[in-house]
């Protein structure tokens, strides 16, 4: 089956900085890809690029939204954009319905999946409150509501995290993992590293507009390198030497005192490893632990900065 | 077009508040009984004025604002006490000829040096009468001599008027019309921007649909605007006139078809300057602080040239300003109230109107697919030339 969108080799500059730099991608049908990034990654010009708000400067994009090659239609795609808002003086279903129609919705239709929204976001109490009446959160989804009434085939949120309280960053977990259970396509940009990881099925690691990593998140820790990891507590500080020098240990970390994390490597001998740890050092504790993309992400950064 | 249509019943649904127009509609009527308060005006109901005594002849006329009543059986003094304490009317009494005394409550009346005039009138004839001219000389010096007008292209003043009058409220109802429209337009379009709802529309709809549908729902709210005010305006004016004499409008002079061309014209006057409107106010960052704004003032402009073509309505100046599209939808309405313009003319107009509304319209989607999304920065004059240069 062909992606859904097949992004090559493009690139954007504004006057003073690249905004993508040569970026390929390709988005299959039925996935959550996520675009990971630190503010000013470049993920928001390429939403926005991808969308035809701004032009890229080079590059090709393929689109295959429903089977259908080309542009694909705007009722097709929903978008959230990062720089959202909505019309503060009109309420809250009259606001869904308008979006649901903009997107080619008959009103009837509108109005039953914006019903059906407010009850699903709790707030079906306050579906003829005026939007400005709402706390932000509320606000916010709203809008990430506005974006996805019409049941897109494809769905690009930019940042749908932002302003919302941990709990309600759950929720909307469940609802982008319902979206693509329910057939829609969803591209994900985001900054929470923590959150786009129990979410996404593959995604594209960039930094000043360029790749760092990319793949399903397995893929991701092999191609950082980022295998299993032992933490120790210790008595006293141990003998970074040492540890590493104790089988199956690939790197060693002393982040504080009483305190050394053992990058092990791909299939380690455990046994040995922790005879040969209990040798150099006294264990007062000792925990498995997998690096977060957080870790992997920062870590690919500085070595690719190092080896520039 | 369904679309545009559909943002045009929303932008219009925002503006349309019934319970704003009945709070528009109590003021006004406030505003009536109030003026109809501190007017010193009164009401033209004729007032009586009771005659006592004979020996000059008093006569009540049509034109006059008061009417002479014999004061019957009653004395002087209790006339005089009755016009005192506002029971009865202001009292004349006609002692003899020469020695006429009227008596009124309060003050003066308005109508006092008529008063006068038709005393001292009477006192002349009393006079003439008491120097023993006979009845035929006396008819020979008051009868009317004829006097003969002519008036080469004779006018009808009057019906002038009425025509002046309806064409002044035409061009104020595009001055007003246009004003509503852009309070709203101007507001709307740099709240959107400022409210960051652009993104999420314009990934919707194409730009040209957006400004199409703004186009149709904020000549729709001009529309609705000035009816609001004609209704207040109306209901306003049957509350004054239960107190004072009511402004009446002329509207016997209003032709029907003549009515629907104004409005027709009125309409694509709004659309045109909405148009040009939308993409300035597309271009402004921050309303606060931007100077832009001032170009809402512009259409002043047009009220400073139709002006004088409510006296000179043929004037080479003003058939050009009729037909000019900028000001056609102002000025032509003039003409066709207070002259009588040829067809090619409105032909012209309205011919010229319709692809200026029709660049505009194009010029103004441009702009605003470029400048709605940009933020923080105006979109420079030049980039706008291009723009326009392109649509």
Redesign the interface.
């Known amino acids: 089956m062909s992606p859904v969108l097949d992004v090559r080799d493009v690139h954007k500059s504004y006057a003073t900085t690249r905004a993508v730099d040569n970026l390929s991608f390709a988005v299959e049908p039925g996935e959550i890809f996520a675009l990971l990034g630190p503010n000013g990654a470049g993920k928001s010009t390429m939403v926005r690029a991808l969308l035809g708000i701004v032009q890229f400067d080079g590059g090709s994009i393929d689109w295959t939204v429903d089977g259908r090659s080309g542009p694909p239609a705007r009722s097709s795609i929903g978008y959230l954009p990062e720089e959202r808002g909505l019309y503060k003086d009109v309420p809250v279903l009259r606001t869904l319905i308008y979006f649901g129609i903009l997107r080619g919705m008959t009103r009837a239709d509108a109005r039953l999946e914006a019903e059906r929204w407010l009850e699903k976001l709790e707030l079906q109490d306050r579906a003829k409150d005026k939007i400005d009446t709402l706390s932000k959160g509320n606000q916010q989804k709203i809008q990430f509501a506005a974006a996805v009434l019409h049941r897109p085939s494809f769905a690009v949120l930019d940042e749908p995290f932002s302003g919302f309280d941990p709990v309600n960053q759950e929720k909307f977990l469940g609802h982008i993992r319902a979206m693509r259970d329910e057939g829609a396509t969803v591209l994900l940009s985001a900054h929470q590293m923590q959150l786009v990881e129990r979410v996404a099925d593959r995604m594209l690691l960039i930094d000043r507009g360029r790749e760092v990593l990319s793949g399903t998140i397995n893929e991701v820790r092999d191609r950082a390198g980022a295998g299993r990891q032992l933490v120790l507590e210790t008595e006293g500080t141990a003998d970074e030497a040492a540890l590493a020098a104790c089988p199956g240990v690939k790197r060693v970390k002393l982040a504080e005192p009483g305190r050394a994390v053992l990058e092990l490597e791909d299939e380690p001998a455990l046994n040995a490893t922790l005879e040969a740890v209990g040798r150099t050092v006294r264990i007062r504790g000792v925990h498995d632990e997998r690096p977060t993309l957080h870790d992997i992400y920062v870590d690919a950064v500085r070595r690719r900065e190092e080896n520039a | 077009m369904r ?1 545009a249509l ?2 045009a019943a ?1 932008e219009f ?2 503006v349309f508040k019934i319970k704003d127009a009945v709070i528009t509609l109590v003021l006004f009527v406030c505003g009536a009984l109030f003026y109809a308060w501190i007017s010193g005006e009164e009401k033209r109901v004729k007032a009586p004025i009771s005659v006592l005594g004979d020996a000059i002849q008093l006569e009540n006329a049509d034109h006059l604002p008061f009417n002479f009543l014999p004061a019957g059986a009653q004395s002087e003094d209790k006339l005089r006490e009755m016009a005192a304490s506002g029971d009865g009317p202001p009292v004349l009494v006609v002692h003899s000829i020469e020695d006429v005394e009227f008596f009124v409550k309060d003050e003066r009346p308005s109508w006092y040096p008529q008063l006068l005039g038709v005393i001292r009138d009477a006192q002349r004839v009393a006079a003439m009468r008491g120097s023993g001219l006979s009845e035929d000389a006396l008819s020979q010096v008051f009868a009317d001599r004829q006097v003969e007008l002519e008036v080469h292209e004779p006018r009808n003043e009057a019906e002038d008027q009425k025509r002046e009058s309806i064409a002044f409220l035409c061009v104020m109802a595009m001055m007003l019309g246009v004003f509503m429209g852009n309070v709203h337009l101007f507001t709307g379009i740099t ?2 921007k400022q ?3 652009t ?7 194409p730009a040209q649909t957006w400004i199409d549908g703004k186009l149709i729902g904020l000549s729709l709210v001009a529309i609705y605007g000035l009816l609001v005010i004609a209704v207040c305006w109306f209901v306003g004016n049957e509350v004054y006139g239960i107190f004072r004499e009511k402004f009446v409008l002329p509207l016997e002079i209003v032709d029907p078809v003549q009515f629907v061309v104004v409005l027709a014209l009125t309409s694509l006057g709004f659309v045109l300057w909405f148009a040009f409107f939308g993409a300035i106010a597309a271009t402004i960052d921050d309303p606060n602080t931007s100077s832009r704004s001032m170009f809402m003032f512009l259409p002043m402009m047009t009220m400073i040239v139709a002006i004088p073509g409510l006296n000179e309505p043929d004037d080479a100046m003003f058939v050009f300003w009729s037909i000019f599209p900028a000001t056609s939808s102002t000025c032509m309405p003039v003409r066709l109230v207070v002259a009588d313009p040829a067809w090619w003319e409105l032909a012209l107009a309205i011919g010229l109107l319709l692809p200026a509304i029709w660049v505009l319209r194009r010029f103004a989607g441009k702009v605003f697919a470029t400048a709605m ?1 940009t ?1 923080g920065t105006e979109l420079g004059w030049l980039e706008i030339w291009r723009v326009f240069r392109r649509a």
Do not use: W
């Not at chain 2, 999420?200 to 709809?205: D, E, T």
């Open positions: 679309m559909q943002v929303f649904l925002r709240g959107e409210n960051r709802v993104e999420s529309v314009m990934s919707a709809i999304l933020h």
